[in-house]
């Protein structure tokens, strides 16, 4: 069955320095899927390949592979607006240290979100 990889949803939380820095990538949909990178895009393109082999031993298996987002349903998409002000910081921030926008955001959110 062929499965499109972009639908299941995804965390990624920054590592302590205890847990050696970097950060970690899992997914919910599946208890033992996880990996890390030491950059947040790693992170991800790590996890990537480990789910592609935990649904390739699932289907190996005759294991049923669960559904994205245990039915739910996440575009990775949403809207946000903010003053100029913080878009101005957050333009200038971006091109610092020679990402995207979307990168530099994405990677603050990632790590706000560790810190739970």
Do not use: Q, W
Request: with cysteine.
């Amino acid at each position: 069955m062929e499965r499109n990889l972009d639908d299941y949803p995804f965390e990624v939380r920054r590592l302590t320095a205890d847990e050696g820095d970097g950060f970690l990538v899992n997914f919910p949909d599946f208890s033992e899927c996880f990996s890390d990178g030491e950059t947040v895009e790693e992170a991800i393109a790590n996890g990537r390949d480990a789910l592609v082999a935990v649904i390739e031993a699932l289907e190996a298996k005759g294991l049923p592979v669960p559904e994205p987002g245990g039915g739910a349903i996440y575009s990775g998409r949403f809207v946000l607006r903010v003053p100029r002000s913080t878009h101005a910081r957050l333009v200038e921030r971006a091109r610092a240290e020679g990402v995207s926008l979307n990168t530099l955001v994405l990677t603050l959110v990632c790590e706000g979100l560790g810190k739970r």
